[in-house]
């Protein structure tokens, strides 16, 4: 029927982006998703993106990280939060303020690994349904 949404699943064997062929950086599919963030002591960012082994952040103002450096910080949606170690891969400046960061996760439990799956999925589902 035409006009009527099918159902769909989402899950994170079947993200929305494959890495591309040769492509051997991204272990793991990503999820574009809302309503996610990650704080660093007193350092707040959206996650715009996250997988199973890592995630892309936005920070605004002054950049308190550098690349390879590991620290702790908390991912969290409306349900719930977790801490998570992660390591700095790349920084890319967006204008002149506000920088890109993509965090590979270190040493990640199953249950953590659980509630970020969790979290994955709904907020993926909050961008397909434009909310």
Request: contains cysteine.
């Amino acid at each position: 029927m035409r006009g009527i949404p099918r159902p769909y699943t989402v899950s994170l064997e079947k993200p929305y982006e494959r890495p591309v062929e040769g492509d051997n950086r991204r272990r793991a599919g990503r999820f574009r998703v809302k309503k996610i963030h990650a704080t660093r002591e007193r350092q707040e960012a959206e996650v715009l993106d996250i997988s199973a082994t890592g995630m892309r952040i936005q920070m605004k103002g002054r950049l308190q990280v550098t690349t390879g450096e590991l620290f702790s910080l908390t991912v969290r949606s409306d349900r719930c939060a977790v801490e998570v170690q992660a390591k700095v891969m790349w920084i890319k400046e967006i204008g002149r303020k506000d920088n890109e960061v993509g965090l590979d996760f270190h040493d990640l439990n199953p249950s953590d690994a659980a509630a970020i799956r969790t979290m994955a999925i709904d907020a993926s589902r909050s961008v397909n349904r434009g909310s």
